[in-house]
Every structure is written in structure tokens, then in C-alpha cells.
């Protein structure tokens, strides 16, 4: 008999179980933190291609939000947390034995359906091109350029800017990858909003490669829980391009950086199927940087 080829609800399961089996392994290796109370974050708004896009600004938490947001749609805030795990602190043997079992993750996912390959020859999904200047002077354009696609943004000498045009494609449970250079030395974010509804519900993922550090949160209702905050991971490459890889499965998320296993994320079922949204925030006054996107993958449903 030939080999049976696998379901999308097969594959998924089989993910989220290998996934579930590392977390329950790696907890004796991982730095932990369970239950974590949310974190507040305090947002600022400034002029930017999408104008009505937020800029999250990272603090040390204050305070936690209440369970219920005081709007007329009376949106829930989840009260169950998430599990974080962070790999670190590992020895050499534990860490080769970890990754080697986190790699049997990505070769599953890669067997999710096809959704987006782009490595930019051409314009085939419908990135955004367009050249625009706001108030004060910010510049935002976006292109394909020599194969990659590119965000050129420019602050001026009052304001730092950001840029985060909307990604082809929505999806719920899925598999991305790609490779992104920051090309200017900088104090630039890489911002990721994944499962993007609107302005005051998506995931988001913040990755700074000149202090090599990420963050990772979501918004429900227009509030910020803040789930990672500014963690030096040292596979973050300053001045050179790294791969990021997301696996967003159900509850769980999973984070590679150069193919390297990151992050674990279990119990995170606040959002749903939405937009990817991609680009930088740059956090520096009269200043420019460019942002390249390459082989980019997406996958799942």
C-alpha cells in the first residue's frame, strides 16, 4: 500500500503535540514564568504611512488591566495567562538535544498548505508600492528592490517615525518565515502584528536587532498584555540580516530566530483569524532606515 499523506487537521494536531511534548520536557531547562499578570503598555500615535496604525511603547509594567474594558462593546480581557518558556541559560549538551527536537517542528510545519513563497522577482501578491510623506516631514516608501521587498522610512528632527503596511493574506493558525535586514546602524524595531483584527486587537511580536532583544504581547480591546519584555536573546545578529520563524498554532506559539528555538508560548487562545501586518518603528530623530524582506514563506489556513 502507498503511504497515506496527512491531513491539515492531522498535521496540526501532530505539531501542537510535538510542541506540547518539548514545553513539558524543556520546563526543566527553561527559564519559566507562569500565570505572569499582564503588563501595561504605555502607547504614543505618530503620523506614519498607515496613519491609523498604533505605536506600542514598551515600559516597565505599572499596573494590570481590568478583566473588563470600559467600552460600549464590553470586550472580556482574558484572565487566564499564557505560559512563557524562554531557552536560555542552557548547557551545551541540553541546548543541541533541545534544538534538535524543536527542529522536527519547523519539518512538520513546512508540510502545512502553501499560502505565500515570495522571494520579490515580481509583484505576484500584492505588497503595497507606494511613496508618501506626512506631517512633519516623515517619509514612508515601499518597494521591490532587487529581489527583496523593501520599507524606506525617514524621521525627522523632532519625532522618530514607524511603518507597517498590511501583508497579503489572513490567517489564522500558520507557519512564517523570513529573512529581514535592518541596512542602516539604527535603533530600529522589527514590528510583526500577526492575527491583526484592527488597531485595538492583534498579536505582536518586537524584535530590536542593534540591542538584540525581543518582546512579544497582544492587544485585546485596545490593552496591552505584555508577555515578553525587551529579552536579550544573543541569535539576534546586529547589522546583518536574521531569520525569523513563527509557528502559530491554536494555543500555542512557537519562535525560531536563525532557526534557533527561542520561545514557547502555551495557553494563548485570545485571537483569532486576522491580517499580518509588517514593518519597523524607528526610534531615532532625524534619521533614515531601510527595511529588506526575503524569502518569505507562509503557511496553514
Not at 487537521?9 to 527559564?31: D, E, K, L, M, P
Not at 518565515?177 to 483584527?197: A, H
Not at 519562535?255 to 524607528?282: A, F, K, M, P, W
Amino acid at each position: 500500500m502507498g503511504r497515506q499523506r496527512l491531513s491539515q487537521n492531522q498535521r496540526t494536531t501532530i505539531i501542537v503535540a510535538i510542541i506540547t511534548t518539548i514545553g513539558a520536557i524543556a520546563g526543566a531547562y527553561f527559564s519559566f514564568r507562569g500565570n505572569i499578570a499582564p503588563a501595561e503598555l504605555s502607547l504614543h500615535t505618530t503620523q506614519t504611512a498607515e496613519a491609523k496604525a498604533p505605536t506600542l511603547a514598551p515600559q516597565q509594567a505599572t499596573s494590570t488591566p481590568s478583566l473588563v474594558d470600559e467600552t460600549p462593546t464590553s470586550t472580556v480581557i482574558s484572565a487566564i495567562q499564557p505560559t512563557i518558556q524562554i531557552v536560555n541559560g542552557l548547557s551545551p549538551a541540553q541546548d543541541q538535544a533541545l534544538q534538535l527536537a524543536a527542529s522536527s517542528i519547523l519539518q512538520v510545519a513546512k508540510q502545512l498548505p502553501l499560502i505565500v513563497r515570495d522571494n520579490f522577482d515580481a509583484n505576484d501578491y500584492g505588497w503595497s508600492e507606494s511613496q508618501e510623506i506626512f506631517e512633519q516631514g516623515i517619509e514612508c516608501n515601499k518597494s521591490l528592490k532587487e529581489s527583496k521587498y523593501s520599507i524606506f522610512l525617514k524621521s525627522t528632527s523632532q519625532v522618530g517615525a514607524y511603518c507597517i503596511p498590511f501583508i497579503p493574506k489572513k490567517v489564522n493558525n500558520f507557519y512564517l518565515s523570513l529573512d529581514t535586514q535592518l541596512v542602516q546602524s539604527t535603533n530600529t524595531d522589527i514590528l510583526l502584528y500577526y492575527r491583526y483584527i484592527d488597531e485595538s486587537n492583534f498579536n505582536y511580536l518586537i524584535m530590536n536587532p542593534q540591542t538584540q532583544t525581543i518582546s512579544l504581547g497582544v492587544r485585546q480591546a485596545g490593552r496591552d498584555n505584555l508577555y515578553v519584555q525587551s529579552v536579550y536573546l544573543s541569535s539576534i545578529l546586529k547589522d546583518k540580516a536574521n531569520k525569523l520563524t513563527l509557528l502559530v498554532l491554536t494555543g500555542s506559539q512557537t519562535i525560531y530566530i536563525n532557526d534557533q528555538l527561542e520561545i514557547l508560548v502555551s495557553n494563548e487562545n485570545i485571537l483569532n483569524e486576522g491580517q499580518l501586518r509588517l514593518g519597523i518603528r524607528l526610534n531615532e530623530a532625524n534619521q533614515t532606515q531601510e527595511f529588506l524582506i526575503d524569502n518569505y514563506e507562509l503557511r496553514g489556513d
